[in-house]
């Protein structure tokens, strides 16, 4: 009897099925839904949300968790999921809608003889499985992004048996969609696919799988590199282009053409008129008459020429509405640009139509376009557009849900401090702007709304001032910030909000100026994506110190750059001190949200910690530990714990992202020690580093350590652990690993001339880290001891104790040494 194509052994998981295109609904959308009765405390968390469910949750899973559903009513099977080195298919994505979301999938599992065989079914979502027809398994948890396991017993009669699995769940914007199956019997498994080549199959995805993309696109041309040759046969790829920003990017499909059998790499062509920006390609790969899809981040980099240098702010303020006017991404502030600047094109009236759109199906972000939409209203209505437009932007200003207190059926989030602030923000002004109009959702008139909208703000005020934000020095999320601030500042009738968002201003600028680093805003993150991480250059922050201080450049993002383009703003004198620091150096310690900051800085390099945080406890996206130089925007290199087994994962947190376990951390000057203890059954049982090798001028690498020159300055990363140098797949040339539970890095940066370099290798030359069983690290030379941190917290120099400044609080202590400014 034949056992399939493929054999499932005890303890693996099922990932080869053919599987259907994805079917999306959008769920209850004319429900008017219901007000949430909720206190919010403001002492905001990453990663918590409500203590509810969403309303549209609750009806989902009283509608759909025990529905009868039609096996003959299936989706035809075209494609095969593809997953990688992961043990779970993966169909999760975001929505900024809810949506209800459905799947097929289809496989034949071999038996020797009949009888029951033990699974383990994990999903967040809903899973119904039939074996010839006949259903033999449910489970509906529909927990949104808490994955939930069961165990399962398929009856399998004797040969092949055909398992037919429905897979749904209601998209609530970043949604985890997955289904898990352990085999979890003791006798091997046959597996094959229906209608499908296993010898096409097998050579497609070992294609797929040797795929080493680049991270970065210069000139649209998205190279992957190939360890594995195409298949024979020939592979024909196409893509969907979609965009990873808030902007009004609709998906591309493109045809990227055939694959040559010989081929070693290969060049994506993507579309001149789709501009610098963070994208993914959901790549289809088609041999003969089997397809499957593999997702690639692309970061499309734009010409790195330095923007036209101006000592003078408000120049600098001009020439960044100008470059956001001409290409800024399709969001609302670039509109406010246009008007702002003089330079209205005939895209204004789309952005502004779409806009319109998305606030009033209150799509999740939308109060990120509000905010800009008021200050549009405020500055030129009755201006370019003509007055039934008007009406309209006064309409969906009236209509909005501006809290969770008024009656509403979407997944808009509240419960981050940055949307907290905008919706906080949209409610006082568009409360301001139509004091004596009723406003639909809440029933109120302006006036209300501006005073409720007020205290909430005065909560907010209190809560930051007072802890910090604990999205600290954050690249996707100072810019949102900004959004509220900004406005506030500028708009707000109230003398006391505009001073207050004045000084959170002032703050931000401050802190963001000590990590800027030769136009790239750098730094420990409260919260971050791969996607900043990997492609500084094109973050709205780092936009934000080039307008700010000077030295970098101007990119396309603009969720509120115009907002403080279009301001009276000036940063404090000391911000550009810091930002542009010529000789000597710099520390500086802060607290910020749960965590304390500490920053060094050289002229040629930058290392920042954030040191205290959470120690052992499971991580969000928090970036602990950065070194970045200024030779190169990709100079720049970390150390964490993945959350992610692949790059690019949609995890919080991921792969580069965040740390599946925190460690403890401490930072003194331009030393930094982080020490991991994973528990026993972690699905990662290592750390890596982050070094691209091509970004530096030199990297010397040992057994336990590398030592990296990049232009004026240097740095030494040590491991207690053996590092393993990756070779293959996605990260190769980029990732050192290693191995262990228990692991201590030690990072050291320095500055200087060649001779320093040569003096600082002579010195790294004998360095060593060791961890002993008492979880206390020790970094040392031949020489002496270098830093010596227990698990906590204790910390001695040299042999001299050490600890973050009792007196630091969110402002920061900065201290100049040497021939510093």
Request: negative net charge.
């Amino acid at each position: 009897m034949s056992l399939g194509n493929w054999v499932l052994e005890p303890g693996e998981a099922l990932t080869r099925f053919c599987v259907s295109a994805s079917r999306e609904e959008r769920f209850a959308e004319f429900f008017t839904g219901e007000a949430m009765d909720m206190t919010m405390d403001y002492h905001f968390q990453n990663g918590t949300g409500p203590s509810e469910e969403t309303f549209c949750r609750q009806i989902f899973r009283q509608q759909m968790a025990e529905r009868s559903i039609d096996p003959a009513q299936a989706l035809p099977r075209s494609q095969v999921t593809f997953v990688g080195e992961s043990d779970t298919v993966s169909f999760s994505s975001f929505n900024r809608l809810p949506f209800h979301v459905q799947r097929w999938l289809e496989v034949e599992l071999h038996a020797e003889s009949a009888g029951l065989y033990p699974f383990q079914l994990s999903t967040c979502g809903g899973v119904r499985i039939w074996r010839d027809g006949a259903a033999v398994a449910s489970f509906t948890p529909f927990t949104r992004n808490t994955q939930q396991s069961c165990d399962v017993l398929l009856p399998l009669a004797a040969g092949k048996n055909t398992l037919l699995v429905h897979l749904e769940e209601l998209f609530e914007r970043d949604t985890h969609f997955v289904l898990r199956l352990i085999y979890r019997g003791d006798v091997s498994l046959g597996v094959s696919l229906p209608n499908v080549e296993a010898k096409t199959l097998d050579a497609l995805t070992h294609f797929a799988s040797g795929m080493r993309p680049e991270l970065t696109a210069w000139n649209n041309q998205a190279r992957i590199r190939l360890a594995a040759a195409a298949p024979a046969y020939t592979v024909h790829l196409e893509g969907e282009i979609h965009g990873m920003g808030n902007d009004n990017f609709t998906p591309r499909q493109v045809d990227f053409g055939a694959v040559s059998p010989a081929s070693e790499a290969l060049t994506l062509e993507i579309p001149r008129d789709i501009g610098p920006a963070h994208y993914q390609i959901a790549l289809r790969m088609r041999c003969e008459d089997v397809c499957i899809t593999r997702a690639i981040g692309v970061n499309v980099m734009q010409p790195l020429g330095a923007a036209e240098p101006s000592g003078k702010l408000q120049e600098r303020k001009l020439q960044a509405l100008r470059h956001t006017a001409r290409h800024g991404m399709d969001r609302t502030s670039r509109l406010l640009a246009m008007l702002h600047c003089g330079e209205v094109t005939d895209a204004a009236t789309p952005l502004l139509l779409d806009t319109l759109q998305r606030i009033s199906a209150r799509e999740d972000c939308s109060d990120f376009s509000l905010v800009p939409l008021l200050w549009i209203w405020r500055d030129h209505e009755g201006e370019h557009f003509p007055p039934a437009l008007w009406r309209r932007v006064r309409s969906t200003i009236l209509g909005y849900r501006y809290w969770l207190d008024e009656p509403g059926n979407d997944v808009m989030w509240f419960w981050s401090e940055n949307h907290t602030l905008c919706f906080h923000a949209a409610q006082y002004l568009a409360g301001q702007m139509f004091p004596n109009d009723l406003f639909l959702a809440s029933g109120r008139s302006g006036e209300q709304q501006r005073e409720i909208a007020a205290r909430r703000l005065a909560q907010w005020f209190d809560a930051v001032e007072q802890h910090g934000f604990v999205e600290w020095n954050s690249a996707p999320y100072y810019p949102v910030d900004y959004i509220g601030l900004f406005a506030l500042y500028e708009l707000a009738a109230d003398a006391w909000i505009s001073e207050r968002a004045k000084a959170l201003i002032d703050r931000l600028m401050l802190l963001s100026s000590l990590h800027y680093q030769a136009g790239i805003a750098a730094g420990t993150m409260g919260r971050v994506y791969e996607k900043e991480l990997l492609a500084g250059v094109l973050t709205e922050l780092s936009a934000y110190g080039n307008v700010a201080w000077g030295g970098g450049w101007y990119n396309r993002k603009c969720a509120s750059l115009p907002l403080f383009c279009a301001s009276d703003y000036q940063p404090p004198v000391d911000t550009h001190r810091y930002a542009t620091l010529q000789q000597g150096t710099l520390s500086a310690s802060y607290q910020a949200g749960g965590g304390n900051i500490v920053v060094w800085k050289a002229p040629g390099v930058s290392l920042s910690s954030c040191v205290d945080h959470h120690t052992g406890k499971r991580g969000h996206q928090q970036h602990l530990v950065d070194v970045q130089f200024a030779s190169h925007y990709d100079a720049k290199l970390w150390v964490n714990h993945p959350g992610d087994d692949e790059p690019g994962g949609e995890k919080r947190p991921s792969y580069w992202s965040g740390n599946g376990v925190l460690p403890r951390v401490m930072q003194v000057d331009n030393r930094a020690m982080q020490i991991y203890c994973l528990p026993e059954g972690e699905a990662f049982p290592w750390t890596h580093l982050y070094l691209p090798g091509e970004a530096f001028d030199r990297v010397i690498s040992t057994a336990h350590s590398c030592v990296v020159k990049a232009g004026e300055a240097f740095a030494a990363i040590c491991c207690s652990a053996p590092l393993t140098a990756v070779t293959q797949g996605m990260t190769a040339g980029n990732e050192y690993r290693a191995q262990g539970h228990r692991v201590a890095w030690y990072i050291e940066a320095g500055h200087g001339d060649a001779s320093d370099f040569d003096a600082f290798c002579q010195r790294m030359s004998t360095l060593s880290v060791r961890l002993d069983d008492s979880d206390t690290a020790v970094a040392a030379t031949a020489e002496g001891e270098l830093m010596r941190l227990d698990l906590q917290g204790r910390c001695q120099v040299e042999g001299v104790e050490r600890a973050f400044p009792a007196d630091a609080g969110c402002h920061p202590i900065v201290i100049y040494r040497g021939d510093a400014q």
